[in-house]
């Protein structure tokens, strides 16, 4: 047991002073602070979109006027807590909705009970809000950074009659879409983002009409949304939710629903939201936190890989030196072969897990000091972080995962003589090992299905499918079946290096042909 | 303390069909120094490592310093492997220290340990320098240095002296006899014989993985025929027919026996095998007589590189054109 401490000391130790151990350490938690910084850059750099209506119903024009106010309110209400929680007086965090000044004089002008996302989507709001923030926060801040709107409506170019037919008006409008011509808006020239087409049948349709329709097999026109980039969806998802809501309001007042009655069911369900306004307006935040919880596991897969073949490497360098400058002579005069691998195996372990450490330690520390401002996502990774139980589960399976490919590498390690030689056998390996993070980004798709089971079923996966499988609860059979295979693996993986170890590690010249090593494992 | 501090009895060891150590005793006594020589490829290596308990004799028994394994005493055996080697990136003083660490000593005294040895040989000023930035001489001293740091008992060196210059070698033969002066057992393989001449109480010599010699540098020095050498570029063939001479052999200038070479100049050096109790005076005598010209006439004891030679001369050439 001495032996096996002395060794790993040493192997830590030198190991811990080397310029990749260190290079490994911060570049991960850098590459995150770019990520975190370059998003942030991104979000402001993103331009406003100029997008055309062309209603022909008359009912949804205004619906989506207000739609964009509110999107507007929502910047300005974001950009006001980053602000005041930025600036605020220490000890004294502000809150928005206890600004006693600010909610009197809101509700004199709002009329009753006005939300913050109300106040912000006014002008006169808008600018109350600010000033009473003013008095709150700190003297010497800095104004606030005034947001401006992400959509712009802009009026039709004057060759398209707002009357014609839809796809007419389609037709018209194409060269713009497609950026081959520009609009003029205020003398200056923009790019035309999307259009939104509106029919004329459109209006007063009702639920019934819809089911008359459906019966019929007829397909009644709709609206359109017209744009090349569809991978943005916040303008799209903008206009559905402002027609939704409008289509909604009016099937209400078609059955002879009390609006009334309706809003103050909606009021009803508010005080909850009052507590974090920015959950107020939709529930895309609450998907958001579980689109995390879904995919963070990923971010963990590639870690625990990046891990692994970083420490096994590590491993395999150590013991091609020790054969290569014969040093191993002299250590197995004063240790055992069996000692000398283990205390390799922990020294190197220590290695890995300081560094596995340093980066979750990091990453929480980077993540914590961004916590703050606006990116609410963080807050969302974070909390994701602390809920569920990914950090334990990347600690058991970095440990397994890594005794299990140290195996492998120290069997390599000890049959070849330079890291020339051992390039030949890590062909192979590398192939293997490229097929976790292939499998990484479909396996949260279906994480309890055949592709994920069966890989989870495989002692070189396991460590990273299962992780990659955290989130979705997998069957108790495979989380404990899958343990305990890790277990009875790495002990076999462990035992057969040990004795490829043993007979390698003296040999010198070339590589043994493969039999030869099955002839070793064989004997004694 | 035992008598011997180490014993091999009757230790073979088999690769498959190959041979490489064949029923090999041997008796090392406690405080002596003790050659272990053989030309390449007799097995010294191997034999070394089965003492050393890295290799495990296909048959026998080894005792070392009273334990039936090597594990059991590890602590108080120092090794120098044959092909030498350090961790690049330690410093000198820290390679030391941590072999020496692996011997039991604890982390100070180790340290310690490492620096007094360093300024004893030479070495001060390096001490905190990487053994890659070390002259391979340097390093090789740093590496016999780390063997010795435990004060152990039992010493066992594999080639100690290549890879040194003539200095150098003879700073390792002062090593070597100051843990003698300590009353450690030291037993070194070697083929170079002026060493082993110097500096050996015994010597065991091996070839082919058999003992062909084991006792005393004198005692392996009466294994050879009493003999003269003579240089003369006349014909000797009368000197056959003295009672007192034995065999003429020929010589290269090299002194190897011309029949085990390829030799084709005419021989000049010649070696005058005798019975055991005569005298050289006698062929000396024949040579005036017959009117032998004599260059040289050498009456000298053999060196142990003639012991060599003629104990294991055929089996080296053998290995060496294998």
Redesign the interface.
């Known amino acids: 047991m001495k032996?096996i401490w002395?060794?790993a000391v040493?192997e830590f130790a030198?190991n811990a002073?080397?310029k990749g151990f260190w290079l490994g350490l911060i570049l991960l938690p850098i590459m995150l602070l770019i990520g975190i910084r370059v998003q942030a850059m991104l979000k402001k750099a993103i331009p406003v979109r100029h997008f055309i209506v062309v209603d022909q119903s008359d009912d949804y024009g205004k619906p989506i006027a207000r739609a964009l106010r509110r999107d507007l309110g929502k910047q300005r209400l974001e950009a006001l807590t980053s602000w005041s929680s930025k600036h605020a007086v220490e000890g004294k965090p502000v809150d928005l909705d206890r600004i006693p000044a600010s909610i009197e004089q809101l509700k004199k002008q709002l009329g009753a009970n006005p939300q913050l996302l109300d106040a912000c989507s006014t002008d006169a709001g808008w600018e109350l809000l600010k000033q009473s923030t003013r008095k709150q926060i700190a003297s010497d801040a800095p104004p606030i950074e005034e947001p401006t709107a992400r959509f712009v409506r802009v009026p039709l170019p004057d060759e398209v009659t707002p009357d014609d037919d839809p796809d007419a008006i389609a037709k018209a409008l194409k060269p713009y879409l497609l950026q081959q011509k520009q609009l003029t808006v205020d003398g200056e020239p923009v790019d035309l983002f999307a259009a939104v087409i509106i029919p004329k049948d459109v209006r007063g349709r009702t639920l019934e009409d819809v089911a008359l329709a459906a019966k019929k097999g007829t397909e009644l026109p709709t609206v359109q949304y017209w744009s090349i980039n569809l991978a943005d969806t916040d303008l799209p998802g903008l206009m559905q939710r402002a027609i939704d809501e409008e289509y909604q309001r009016r099937a209400y007042v078609d059955k002879g629903v009390n609006i009334a009655a309706v809003k103050k069911i909606q009021d009803a369900s508010l005080p909850l939201a009052k507590k974090n306004p920015k959950k107020r307006e939709g529930r895309e935040d609450v998907s958001m936190a579980d689109l995390i919880r879904q995919w963070a596991p990923i971010g963990f897969v590639y870690l625990l890989w990046v891990a692994i073949f970083t420490v096994s490497q590590m491993l395999l360098n150590n013991t091609i030196?020790?054969k290569?400058?014969?040093?191993i002579?002299?250590?197995?005069?004063?240790?055992?072969a069996r000692e000398l691998m283990w205390g390799k195996l922990f020294g190197i372990a220590a290695v890995g897990l300081t560094m596995v450490a340093a980066w979750i330690v990091s990453f929480f520390a980077i993540l914590v000091s961004h916590k703050s401002q606006e990116t609410q996502m963080i807050n969302q990774v974070l909390e994701v972080l602390q809920t569920s139980n990914l950090i334990p589960y990347f600690v058991v399976y970095f440990l397994f995962g890594f005794l299990f490919y140290a195996g492998i590498f120290l069997s390599i390690g000890s049959i070849c003589n330079t890291l020339k030689e051992a390039q030949n056998f890590m062909g192979p390996i590398m192939m293997v090992m490229m097929v976790p993070l292939v499998t990484m980004f479909f396996i949260p798709k279906d994480p309890n299905g055949t592709l994920a089971t069966v890989l989870s079923w495989i002692p070189l996966y396991t460590p990273f499918v299962m992780m990659n499988r955290t989130a979705a609860d997998p069957p108790l059979f495979d989380q404990v079946g899958t343990i305990v295979l890790m277990i009875v693996s790495t002990a076999v993986m462990l035992w057969l290096s040990a004795k490829i170890f043993r007979t390698g590690i003296?040999r010198s010249g070339q590589p043994p042909r493969l039999v030869e090593v099955f002839r070793w494992l064989k004997s004694s | 303390m035992t008598a011997s501090a180490l014993t091999l009895d009757r230790v073979t060891k088999r690769y498959g069909d190959f041979t490489a150590v064949d029923d090999l005793s041997l008796e090392v006594p406690t405080g002596s120094i003790y050659g272990f020589l053989g030309p390449n490829g007799s097995g010294k290596t191997t034999s070394i490592r089965m003492i050393l308990e890295i290799l495990k004799p296909t048959k026998g028994s080894i005792t070392v310093l009273g334990k039936p394994s090597a594990l059991d005493v590890r602590d108080r055996i120092g090794y120098l492997p044959e092909e030498k080697g350090l961790y690049k990136k330690m410093k000198a003083w820290s390679i030391i220290a941590y072999f020496a660490a692996l011997k039991g000593l604890d982390k100070k005294t180790a340290k310690t340990r490492a620096f007094e040895l360093l300024e004893r040989y030479g070495l001060k000023g390096f001490a905190e320098s990487r053994t890659e930035a070390l002259s391979k001489g340097m390093q090789q001293k740093v590496q016999v240095l780390a063997s010795i740091a435990h004060e152990p008992e039992l010493v066992i060196l594999d080639e100690p002296f290549s890879g040194l210059d003539p200095v150098n070698q003879e700073v390792m033969e002062e090593v070597i006899r100051d843990m003698a002066a300590a009353n450690r057992t030291i037993l070194f393989s070697t083929h170079v014989m002026q060493h082993a001449e110097r500096i050996c109480d015994r010597i065991v010599l091996i070839s082919k993985g058999r003992r062909v010699f084991d006792g005393t540098i004198a005692e392996a020095k009466r294994a050879l025929p009493r003999r003269v050498r003579i240089e003369t570029e006349d014909d000797v063939a009368a000197l056959r027919d003295l009672p007192v001479v034995k065999d003429v052999i020929g010589l290269t200038v090299d002194g190897m026996p011309v029949e085990m070479t390829a030799a084709t100049e005419p021989v000049t050096h010649w070696e005058v095998d005798l019975t055991d109790d005569a005298d050289g005076q006698a062929v000396l005598e024949a040579c005036f007589k017959n009117g032998i010209k004599l260059a040289q006439f050498d009456q000298s004891d053999p060196s142990l590189h003639d012991v060599f030679v003629h104990l294991v001369g055929p089996d080296a050439k053998e290995a060496a054109v294998r």
């Open positions: 032996y002395l060794v040493r030198e002073k080397t030196e020790e290569s400058n014969r040093i002579e002299v250590l197995l005069s004063s240790v055992t003296l």
